[in-house]
């Protein structure tokens, strides 16, 4: 089955470490993104990628680093300069970058301390 | 970029009832307008989408009316059952813009 999957569903991580979620798709889509998601505040897009090798900030993109190597993959590096990271992290892909469904994996929640 | 105002921010109904959600947009190069569904611990999934040459799609329980020149769109679910509690999220694209998504809408239907 086609797919997002983003691991790991929990992740832990000390105040000042930087820290790396994994985002893969099997659905052959150009387009991924990466969301936060506090409560009340929606989905916050941080940064989106509509090409291998290519990808911008969205709204929210301080203290937060992506790649695209690879069409399938696009890693979300949460660094020690994000001030407040312990949030739901979502990734979601899609055909084409502005007007077409978003698939999105099942999250990772990840909590600093 | 493009805003999007999503109400109510909470819904309680009785099953059985029927719910309405509404969200605005700001920019009218916007063209294509989804609803995704959100059950706790999951991510979001789409559930109906609209584009701007159509006003109204329906599917099963569920309908979703654009009106373009107001700027405002609706999400509709008839006969609402508890299954359908979750939290429901308008977004606006297509425009200059990666969809923007509203704040989302707690849905509570109670047996």
């Known amino acids: 089955d086609g797919g997002i999957t983003q691991s790991p569903k929990y992740l832990f991580r000390k105040e000042g470490q930087n820290v790396t979620l994994s985002c893969e798709q099997n659905?052959?889509?150009?387009?991924m993104y990466w969301y936060r998601q506090d409560p009340g505040q929606g989905l916050r897009l941080i940064y989106y990628s509509q090409i291998v090798n290519d990808f911008q900030k969205g709204d929210i993109a301080e203290g937060y680093s992506v790649s695209r190597e690879k069409k399938e993959s696009f890693p979300l590096t949460v660094t020690s300069a994000q001030k407040n990271p312990t949030a739901f992290y979502l990734c979601?892909?899609?055909?084409?970058?502005?007007?077409?469904?978003?698939?999105f994996g099942n999250g990772t929640r990840l909590t600093v301390t | 970029g493009e805003n999007v105002e999503q109400h109510p921010s909470t819904l309680s109904v009785q099953e059985g009832d029927s719910a309405v959600i509404k969200c605005t947009y700001s920019d009218s190069a916007s063209n294509y307008f989804p609803w995704y569904k959100q059950e706790l611990g999951k991510g979001p999934q789409l559930i109906i989408d609209?584009?701007?040459?159509?006003g109204e799609k329906k599917d099963q329980r569920i309908a979703v009316t654009l009106n373009k020149t107001a700027k405002h769109f609706s999400l509709h679910i008839t006969e609402t059952q508890p299954e359908d509690s979750a939290v429901y999220f308008c977004?606006?694209?297509?425009?200059?813009?990666?969809?923007?998504f509203g704040r989302g809408t707690s849905l509570i239907v109670h047996p």
């Open positions: 609209i584009r701007s040459n159509v």
């Open positions: 979601a892909s899609s055909i084409s970058a502005r007007d077409s469904p978003l698939h």
């Open positions: 659905l052959n889509h150009d387009a």
């Open positions: 977004a606006a694209g297509g425009g200059s813009y990666i969809p923007t």
